[in-house]
């Protein structure tokens, strides 16, 4: 191997690279010692900002491949025809966690997917779960405090977590799914993904569809029980990364069998829930599933840090034949993910590799930190201009998007027709969980609720009860006997609204 001279970052080959310039032996340093500087001073701003939420990830390169004709919905080039390939990126992350934090701990699961597609990156920034904790993105800043730290204490609380899931009885839905063995997977491919928001197709014809992504996978459903899950936390923090990482390295490369929900556009008037209440899925019966392709993942990234650290995904990206839904969730999240990547990246984070679109960017942005591409050259930075011909492309317009004309208000988002947070869990714990399923769910919940103190320990462990009872009898019992209380005692108290 030819021999490479060691340089500092500005190319200067280095004279010495161990011992620093000193005054004599055993005497102090020399300032002038740059190597020494520049060597202390990149370690010290190795580390950017972690992210708030999904700090610990895992990542992969793969392909989506076309298995079904879908251009009666779409006319996004993505899935022009059967058998097309996209390159793709696939962040998989743990939610509440810091960056050293556990894989194996209990929590919702980030599936978030970059598609490299002629007509700009398409970002589809899922989860495990086909739904979420809140339906308004008000909501989002306070809900990710419970899972965070006390103020006080530095330490998890359990008191934080289900005092705020027990006010917001919206939550249940997704609580009930995370208590359950899918809350601690197995690992990253043993697990479903989900785009859980509702978005649009839109067809040739400007026909628009409300659809559902479905991330089915291909190894099959895995879990940890609550015991396997809390010892693999000693034995491997790092499990799921490794899982993901050896298998495509042995070439075992994992896949996703990919289907859509749709919605004609104007169904989702009088359907029987709201299509884009974050809370809520499709049942299959009414929407059941299409297959459009199946998801490969099969080249690991040279270097963490480069690619699956700097990654950055925003359900805002769309591409021609996809777009937006009044899902207040997902309008909360075209702002706060491009900003969040802002802050954490900088305002050029979209030139870093794996975030660079491959094919076409052209404008007329300019300048800001590390812009690093060459800056548009010698090309006008102003728009319209005589020079560069850049134009918008009528063709890409989406259909109108018609809109009731309602007030202007902060109207509840759990008023009447929208409150119903019972009849979807409990169909879950009913008719889709068998009995192993529901034990195993029900001691889970035991084993997180027992962890609640402080004052008000009681009317959070009470107010709560009523949600599961709420949910399923058989659920709000067994949880009960679990924690120890009288349920005669509880029902007795319930409030007069809530019987
Ligand atoms: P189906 O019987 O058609 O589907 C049940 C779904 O539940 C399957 O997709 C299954 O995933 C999934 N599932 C099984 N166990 C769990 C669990 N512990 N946590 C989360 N999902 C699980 O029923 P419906 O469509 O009528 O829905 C009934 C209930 O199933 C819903 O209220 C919801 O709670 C849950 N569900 C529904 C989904 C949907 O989009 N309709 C998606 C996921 C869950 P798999 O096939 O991979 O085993």
Not at 25 to 41: F, S, T, V, W
Not at 250 to 264: E, L, S, T, Y
Not at 292 to 315: C, K, M, R, T
Request: include cysteine; aromatic fraction near 12%; charge should be negative.
């Amino acid at each position: 191997m030819t021999k490479k001279k060691l340089t500092t970052a500005s190319g200067r080959p280095f004279a010495e690279n161990e011992n620093s310039l000193s005054v004599g032996a055993r005497g102090p340093l020399l300032l002038q010692d740059y190597i020494l500087h520049e060597k202390m001073a990149h370690f010290n701003r190795e580390r950017i900002p972690e992210r708030v939420v999904h700090a610990k990830g895992s990542g992969a390169f793969g392909t989506f491949t076309v298995t079904n004709d879908i251009t009666k919905y779409t006319k996004a080039k993505l899935f022009s025809e059967i058998g097309k390939q996209t390159r793709v990126f696939l962040r998989f992350s743990t939610v509440g966690g810091e960056k050293g934090s556990a894989d194996s701990e209990r929590d919702p699961r980030g599936f978030a997917l970059k598609f490299y597609n002629e007509d700009g990156n398409w970002d589809l920034v899922g989860n495990n779960t086909p739904v979420f904790f809140i339906k308004d993105p008000k909501k989002f800043g306070d809900f990710i405090h419970t899972q965070k730290r006390d103020p006080y204490t530095n330490c998890k609380s359990p008191a934080m977590m289900w005092d705020y899931w027990s006010l917001n009885p919206e939550s249940l839905h997704q609580v009930l799914i995370l208590m359950s063995d899918r809350g601690t997977p197995f690992g990253y491919r043993h697990m479903n993904g989900y785009g859980s928001h509702t978005f649009s197709f839109i067809n040739d014809n400007h026909e628009r569809f409300w659809v559902k992504f479905h991330f089915k996978t291909g190894q099959g459903i895995k879990n940890f029980v609550d015991a396997e899950a809390a010892a693999m936390k000693s034995q491997n923090m790092d499990h799921s990364q490794q899982d993901l990482l050896d298998s495509i390295d042995n070439g075992d490369f994992p896949k996703w069998n990919v289907k859509v929900q749709i919605m004609p556009e104007t169904e989702a008037v009088n359907y029987k829930i709201n299509p884009f209440d974050l809370t809520k899925v499709w049942p299959h019966a009414d929407y059941p599933l299409i297959d459009i392709g199946v998801l490969e993942l099969n080249e690991n990234p040279e270097n963490y840090f480069q690619d699956v650290e700097q990654s950055a995904f925003a359900p805002a990206h769309i591409v021609d034949g996809i777009g937006y839904s009044p899902d207040k969730m997902l309008q909360g999240r075209l702002l706060s993910y491009p900003d969040a990547h802002r802050y954490r990246l900088g305002g050029n984070y979209e030139q870093i590799p794996v975030n660079k679109c491959p094919f076409m960017i052209n404008n007329h942005q300019r300048d800001g930190k590390m812009r690093v591409d060459g800056n548009g050259g010698k090309s006008p930075n102003y728009f319209p201009n005589s020079f560069d011909h850049i134009q918008a492309d009528t063709s890409y317009k989406e259909p109108n998007w018609p809109l009731d004309c309602s007030l202007a208000d902060w109207y509840d988002r759990n008023s009447d027709g929208e409150d119903d947070h019972y009849s979807q869990p409990g169909s879950l714990f009913r008719d889709v969980m068998d009995d192993q399923a529901k034990q195993n769910t029900i001691s889970n919940i035991v084993g997180a609720m027992s962890g609640i103190n402080g004052p008000q320990k009681q009317e959070i462990i009470n107010r709560q009860l009523c949600h599961w009872f709420r949910c399923d009898p058989q659920l709000g019992a067994g949880v009960a006997t679990g924690l120890g209380i009288d349920v005669d005692q509880i029902m007795s108290g319930l409030p007069k609204h809530q019987e």
